[in-house]
């Protein structure tokens, strides 16, 4: 059975950081993109950020890009993300995915619906 576990999430002030980990399980996931996407109260769930399998490429979404940065671990089948300078609006349950596809080592997508597996998400919220 395959499974996304997130954690790391937690309540912060504005200003502070926190680091998301997503750790997989079941297969691997070396050879695929992953990413991360948010949802917050009352809004449709968003892109935050993508990486390539190889890690050669990257993608942000606006709103968090310079803040925040995605990493992963292929060797530990664990998808990061680390999360400075967090504001009010970052407040939102946080979601890893994975693309089952196998693509180019710089593929990435910021679809929905290219993602195949979800975590169960990990709150985060952010206090002025």
């Known amino acids: 059975q395959v499974q996304l576990v997130e954690s790391g999430g937690g309540s912060v002030q504005a200003g502070g950081s926190l680091r998301l980990s997503c750790a997989a399980s079941g297969r691997t996931f070396s050879n695929n993109a992953m990413g991360w996407f948010r949802q917050a109260p009352g809004k449709d769930r968003e892109f935050v950020a993508v990486m390539s399998w190889s890690g050669g490429r990257t993608y942000y979404a606006d709103s968090v890009k310079g803040r925040f940065t995605i990493s992963r671990d292929n060797a530990k089948n664990t998808l990061f993300l680390e999360m400075n300078s967090l504001k009010p609006e970052d407040t939102a349950v946080y979601y890893c995915?994975?693309?089952?596809?196998?693509?180019?080592?710089?593929?990435?997508?910021?679809?929905?619906?290219?993602?195949?597996?979800w975590g169960q998400g990990t709150q985060v919220t952010v206090s002025s």
């Open positions: 995915a994975a693309d089952a596809s196998t693509s180019g080592s710089l593929y990435i997508t910021t679809k929905e619906y290219n993602y195949d597996y």
